[in-house]
């Protein structure tokens, strides 16, 4: 639940920031309307949108955040190279290790900031299925990756 409300303030502030330039900075340089003006606007205008944008960040972490179990035939040290191949082809690194976890993180801070700083994959080994959890698009990715990459060792 922490993790949760976390990932919805990160993601409720960074996006009121970019809001907040988009609607009251720029008109600020482009015609010169002071920022009284555009915020008076913003919070007598903008309920709407505003309200849509909390609403959103409520449902971010539930919709772009998943756990997908992946199936393999042996345990996962007999198939860690997969992983590692997939995790070094997205460019992730390793950054931690331990008996029951390896956590994985973008190798540029470019690419960490464009996901906001939620470019955490964090593989549970504890089990088969191996459980890979962190930002949809990236976690299917990676498991697609990994699929291919053991049918190619298959020879299918």
């Known amino acids: 639940m922490a993790i949760y409300l976390l990932r919805m303030v990160k993601f409720l502030f960074i996006f009121t920031l970019i809001f907040v330039v988009m609607l009251l900075i720029v008109p600020l340089i482009a015609f010169g309307r002071p920022i009284a003006d555009s915020f008076n606007e913003i919070l007598t205008e903008g309920r709407v949108v505003m309200g849509l944008i909390v609403l959103y960040a409520f449902l971010y972490p539930l919709i772009n955040f998943v756990n997908v179990k992946r199936h393999l035939n042996g345990s996962f040290e007999s ?3 997969f992983f590692e191949e997939a995790f070094t082809e997205t460019g992730y690194e390793k950054t931690s290790e331990t008996g029951d976890s ?18 955490e994959v964090v593989l549970n080994t504890t089990s088969n299925p191996v459980i890979i959890s962190g930002v949809r698009k990236i976690v299917t990715r990676i498991n697609r990756i990994i ?3 053991i049918l ?3 020879g299918v």
Not at 103 to 116: D, E, N, Q, S, V
């Open 152 to 154: 190619r060792e298959e």
């Open 102 to 119: 390896v956590t994985y993180r973008k190798k540029t801070g470019i690419a960490r900031a464009m996901l906001f700083w939620d470019d």
């Open 79 to 81: 198939n860690r190279k």
């Open 147 to 149: 699929e291919r990459n």
